[in-house]
């Protein structure tokens, strides 16, 4: 069975930063890309972020270019989001999502996502 | 960017009833579009990929529609647990981008 569990959310301050972390399991890891998809309070899905199998390719949303980073330990079966320059616009429920496969960048499998608040 | 457009925003039906959902993208991507179901508290669930391909495991009430830039959710006959938001989402070009969402509630 396909699980993918994140962890790593919080409270965090404006300007803060934060390490979210996906452990997946119940699938062959290091063949699938993987992504985050945040949802504010209430809102749409926002995709933010994509990592290759082999982290040769990554792709970012303008909205976390420069301040969030994609990350992957295929040895470990996990996928991280390293967040940092917290802002308020930020909080959400961050999830990880694998990749279709065959090159398909829509998300069979997700999480069950984690908060992320940021506030003063 | 391409800028996926939802509508309705809400569709008030009954159960047994059909719905029809509609996405139309700010220019074409092809067959590349997906549609997503989410209930509340819950993630969401891939419903059609590709435009009418269903997922692993999705019911065959369940059909999609379209290419370039209009697209075409169908429930052709509503059960409860169909009641939820959908979202189509575009795979043609960085960066992926989602609809809105339209809310399919109990009449």
């Known amino acids: 069975e396909v699980q993918l569990v994140e962890s790593g959310g919080g409270l965090v301050q404006p300007g803060g930063s934060l390490r979210l972390s996906c452990a997946a399991s119940g699938f062959t890891f290091s063949s699938y890309g993987m992504n985050w998809v945040r949802q504010a309070p209430g809102k749409g899905l926002e995709w933010i972020s994509y990592i290759s199998s082999s982290s040769s390719s990554i792709h970012h949303a303008d909205s976390v270019e420069g301040r969030f980073t994609i990350s992957r330990d295929n040895a470990k079966n996990s996928l991280y989001l390293q967040m940092n320059s917290l802002r308020d616009e930020d909080t959400a429920v961050y999830y990880c999502?694998?990749?279709?496969?065959?090159?398909?960048?829509?998300?069979?499998?997700w999480g069950q996502g984690t908060l992320v608040t940021v506030s003063s | 960017e391409i800028v996926l457009t939802q509508s309705p925003g809400t569709l008030s039906l009954s159960p047994g009833e059909r719905a029809t959902l509609s996405c139309r993208a700010s220019q074409s991507v092809s067959s590349y579009l997906a549609w997503y179901q989410q209930k509340p508290g819950q993630a969401p669930r891939l419903l059609i990929y590709?435009?009418?391909n269903r997922a692993s495991g999705i019911p065959a009430r369940f059909s999609g529609s379209g290419s370039g830039t209009d697209f075409t959710l169908t429930i052709s006959s509503l059960v409860p647990e169909d009641f939820a938001v959908y979202y189509c989402q575009q795979r043609s070009s960085w960066p992926l981008t989602f609809g809105p969402g339209t809310k399919v509630d109990i009449k």
């Open positions: 590709d435009a009418s």
């Open positions: 999502a694998r990749d279709l496969g065959s090159g398909r960048r829509n998300f069979d499998y």
